[in-house]
């Protein structure tokens, strides 16, 4: 990512600009692998049912969010070049795997909370009304 780029706009004219347009594109660059890998360790923690701090995963990508944000800034939209945006699409492909990941997990639990719940309901009942409902059921 860190190759020369001619994609320099036609307003950027001395040598100080560009060379501040290539230290925000290796910034930006930089950036964009960090988060994916950081992106990257959270899906494969929770892939391979590993104990993970979600608090601390999301603190993180909030963070990585707003840096990402700080550096594309920095840099006008008809000046990101082919290795930048390659990497943004890559960022983006890791993005939904997490999402995915993440809405799988949520989703089991979700599940066994829902389990948890109607056994601490079945613990708790006098079973005045279940009692009846479970006999019903059965054949005499």
């Not at 391979?48 to 999301?58: A, H, K, T």
Request: hydrophobic letters at 40%; charged letters at 25%.
């Amino acid at each position: 990512m860190n190759a020369p780029s001619n994609n320099v706009p036609s307003r950027i004219r001395n040598e100080a600009d560009i060379a501040r347009l290539a230290i925000s594109r290796d910034a930006l660059a930089k950036t964009i692998e960090r988060v994916t890998n950081m992106i990257d360790l959270e899906t494969q923690s929770l892939k391979n049912y590993r104990s993970i701090d979600l608090v601390g995963f999301n603190h993180q990508k909030s963070h990585a969010l707003l840096e990402l944000t700080r550096a594309m800034r920095a840099i006008p939209d008809d000046a990101l070049d082919a290795d930048i945006l390659n990497g943004l699409g890559t960022l983006r492909e890791r993005l939904q795997n997490n999402l995915d990941t993440l809405t799988i997990h949520l989703k089991a639990v979700k599940q066994l909370s829902a389990l948890i719940a109607r056994a601490i309901e079945d613990d708790n009942s006098d079973g005045t009304y279940s009692a009846s409902i479970h006999r019903a059921g059965r054949a005499p």
